[in-house]
């Protein structure tokens, strides 16, 4: 499975982005998929995630309210919209996937930057 990122951007506090992670590749075996994010100086950390084909959802509590994870499957793309946004969102987001074919594996894009300007 190939994953690539795209939306990152610069926005000043209090506006939106969105998204956008496109699968390629073995997508029918797509167990869940999530954003996290990295910060400078920080560890990664999940932001949302989503499960397929139930769609089930969780949130890390910094952006519960704010973040809305969702899936269109019959384009292959998940997609992160991110309203309210403050400085301390600023990271390199990532798009990540657990696939169960052709052997349970995990996989990640390479990145999209988010900086929110104060």
């Known amino acids: 499975v190939q994953l690539v990122e795209s939306g990152g951007g610069l926005v000043q506090a209090g506006g939106s982005l969105r998204l956008s992670c496109a699968a390629s590749?073995?997508?029918?075996?797509?167990?869940?998929m999530g954003w996290y994010r990295q910060a400078p100086g920080k560890q990664r950390e999940l932001v949302a995630r989503?499960?397929?084909?139930?769609?089930?959802?969780n949130y890390a509590d910094s952006v519960k309210g704010r973040f809305t994870i969702s899936r269109d499957n019959a384009k292959n793309t998940m997609y992160l919209q991110m309203n309210s946004l403050k400085p301390e969102d600023t990271a390199v987001y990532y798009c990540n996937a657990d696939v169960w074919y052709p052997e349970q594996s995990n996989y990640w894009g390479q990145g999209t930057q988010v900086t929110v300007s104060s």
């Open positions: 989503i499960t397929s084909p139930g769609g089930s959802t």
């Open positions: 590749g073995y997508t029918f075996s797509i167990e869940a």
